[in-house]
T-cell receptor
């Protein structure tokens, strides 16, 4: 039961352009959302999060947007840099504090 | 702090053998999560503990899988007997349960190959 879905397994963008990674969820009880970034041979690391009381959270080049009515969130990276090339996981959490992850999107930023 | 520590980093075994994966939490953390990463399903939550107590094990695929926290800082995930379809990268993550919105800190993972 995939409660968190990332429908694009991969994304390729040019350095300096915007990267947009998308995520959909099905469980309306989720109220906290996170993005994790993963490099090869390493564990995922936290990138940015958003609470359901907000619709936008910005941290430097990274912005997460939340559309609760559509059960959709997105991560914008601008400008994209080659070092951003990694797998990005969307995650959602509810009252019971467990975390459900999407399958990940592999971002490649070309110089 | 050394972060979450997992061992071994790589494990190759034959079908039918017992496999034990180990995880050491970050000092002061009291929630522990085990995940499995595969190409097809991404990161799946297997089980998580809070204060050494299993809270949700609904993600454990079969009775062949078991997890324990013998103390507050250490956990094991055991697969017995192992099967080729268990091949994946297994991550553990810990968090400080000081509130509901907690960043999880992941270990580097154990890559398991069952032949």
């Amino acid at each position: 039961d995939q409660q968190v879905k990332q429908n694009s397994p991969s994304l390729s963008v040019q350095e300096g352009r915007i990267s947009i990674l998308n995520c959909d969820y099905t469980n309306s009880m989720f109220d906290y959302f996170l993005w994790y970034k993963k490099y090869p041979a390493e564990g995922p690391t936290f990138l940015i999060s958003i609470s359901s009381i907000k619709d936008k959270n910005e941290d430097g080049r990274f912005t997460v947007f939340l559309n609760k009515s559509a059960k959709h969130l997105s991560l914008h990276i601008v400008p994209s840099q080659p070092g951003d090339s990694a797998v990005y996981f969307c995650a959602a959490s509810g009252l019971n504090n467990d975390m459900r992850f999407g399958a990940g999107t592999r971002l490649t930023v070309k110089p | 702090d050394a972060g979450v520590i997992q061992s071994p980093r790589h494990e190759v075994t034959e079908m039918g053998q017992e496999v034990t994966l180990r995880c050491k939490l970050i000092s002061g953390h009291n929630s522990l999560f085990w995940y499995r990463q595969t190409m097809m399903r991404g990161l799946e939550l297997l089980i998580y503990f809070n204060n050494n107590v299993p809270i949700d094990d609904s993600g454990m695929p079969e009775d062949r899988f078991s997890a324990k926290m013998p103390n507050a800082s250490f956990s094991t995930l055991k697969i017995q007997p192992s099967e080729p379809r268990d091949s994946a990268v297994y991550f553990c993550a810990s968090t400080q349960d000081s509130g509901r919105y907690n960043e999880q800190f992941f270990g580097p993972g154990t890559r398991l190959t069952v032949l």
